[in-house]
């Protein structure tokens, strides 16, 4: 039994970690003019500041992609650049604003080739 509580605390301590985690960002990222990404809205002009969770190589459609996930603490959205093997300074725990139309592709909303700055 003393096994069980102590697995439920490492869950417990872990869970309350990434909800600090994503407090701080949303936090970080709050400002006037941007839009979270758990609100931003589908085929209009959004402006989004994140972190870069992961950074894959991926090709779609016999094209070379470069994807990654943008967290702001309120949502995840799937960056992609078609035609892209490497960008310099794009590396998970990178902080950036990036700039386009939000699309969905199965069920996945994906931000294609956007407009971008990497933040201090």
Request: no cysteine; net charge positive.
């Amino acid at each position: 039994m003393p096994e069980k509580s102590r697995l439920r605390r490492s869950i417990s301590k872990w869970a309350s970690s990434s909800d600090h985690y994503a407090r701080d960002l949303r936090r970080t990222y709050a400002d006037s003019g941007l839009d979270t990404i758990a609100e931003a809205p589908d085929r209009e002009m959004v402006r989004l500041r994140g972190t870069l969770r992961t950074v894959t190589l991926r090709p779609r459609g016999g094209v070379p992609a470069l994807e990654a996930e943008l967290f702001d603490g309120s949502g995840v959205i799937t960056i992609v650049w078609l035609g892209r093997r490497r960008i310099a300074g794009i590396a998970p725990g990178r902080s950036m604003e990036v700039q386009g139309r939000i699309g969905a592709h199965d069920g996945t909303r994906i931000l294609y080739n956007p407009r971008y700055e990497l933040m201090p």
